[in-house]
């Protein structure tokens, strides 16, 4: 199947007063991708309201939700979804459920949040709870993830209700030391899964190494042990679809600055093919 880019540039699921820095990250990264080969979800201009739900913006996450199906349906293809915030993943990992791959959650958090537990209402700190069928009725998938099938990977940033989800649902997890391409291949074989799906908050970079993020965190993965690792998983396992998201750029010098890096990783995705 071809590959086929989706550029969804939602920034109504963060949490920060920099969202609007996510548009920006969207496009540049578009502007290097094969145009032939990518789409655009239109995102509302609005930030929307939460509808009495306690996650902010809802009403705008439930109309891109909405519109990034549509574009999916476009193409039988396998997509990668360029964000805009890690609430993206929603529709695109709804998209491939059916098939039950591994959901591999590359990110300095884990997003499991509930619209109670959360600090900031933020829908990104929520939505592989939401994939989990725990989270706002509205984004609940009719079909969620089990616990089972998915694996946090470069992880370092929970909070205490997170990571008692972790324990109690028993997901696996591999911290940003232990992060390697035979510590991900062990964790995938062990869920049983016969593809994978790959999202990468590209958080989990060391920002030592990678500056366009909104929400850094110290002691990240480096872009070549990632991209080594990604191009592992993907040599053995089909791939479901990927997703990379949180390129907010401060300024046009610094997305020409990470771009590369950004490059490398979709090379890493597609390198099996
Ligand atoms: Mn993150």
């Known amino acids: ?132 069928g725990e989270g706002p009725a509205a984004l609940v998938p009719e079909h969620p993830l089990t616990a089972d099938r998915v694996i946090l990977a470069g992880v370092r940033s929970a909070d205490p209700e997170e990571d008692s989800y972790i324990q109690d649902a028993g997901i696996r997890s591999i911290g940003a030391i232990e992060f390697s391409p035979e510590a991900l291949l062990d964790a995938i074989a062990a869920t049983g899964a016969d593809s994978v799906y790959l999202h990468i908050d590209l958080d989990v970079l060391d920002p030592a190494e990678f500056a366009g993020l909104g ?26 679809g990927a997703g990379i998201t949180e390129f907010a750029p401060a300024s046009i010098a610094q997305a020409v600055d990470d771009l590369p890096t950004i490059l490398r990783l979709i090379g890493a995705i597609t390198s099996a093919r």
């Not at 739900?53 to 199906?69: A, C, D, P, Y």
């Not at 964000?83 to 997003?111: F, M, N, Q, R, Y």
Request: with cysteine; hydrophobic share 45%; glycine share 8%.
């Open 1 to 132: 199947m071809a590959i086929n880019y989706v550029v969804v540039p939602q920034w109504q699921g963060s949490g920060s007063s920099r969202a609007m820095r996510l548009v920006d990250g969207a496009e540049s990264i578009r502007g290097d991708l094969p145009s032939a080969a990518t789409r655009t979800v239109e995102v509302p201009l609005e930030a929307g309201d939460q509808q009495g739900t306690g996650v902010h913006r809802l009403s705008s996450l439930t109309l891109v939700r909405e519109r990034t199906h549509h574009v999916f349906a476009e193409d039988a293809a396998i997509h990668i979804t360029i964000g805009g915030d890690c609430g993206v993943e929603l529709a695109a990992i709804e998209h491939v459920s059916a098939s039950a791959p591994a959901v591999v959650w590359i990110d300095a958090h884990p997003d499991l949040h509930t619209p109670d537990s959360s600090p900031s209402g933020a829908f990104t700190g929520m939505v592989l709870r939401t994939l989990l």
């Open 215 to 240: 929400s850094p965190v110290p002691f990240g993965v480096s872009p070549t042990a990632l991209a080594e690792t990604i191009r592992a998983v993907v040599a053995k396992y089909p791939l479901a």
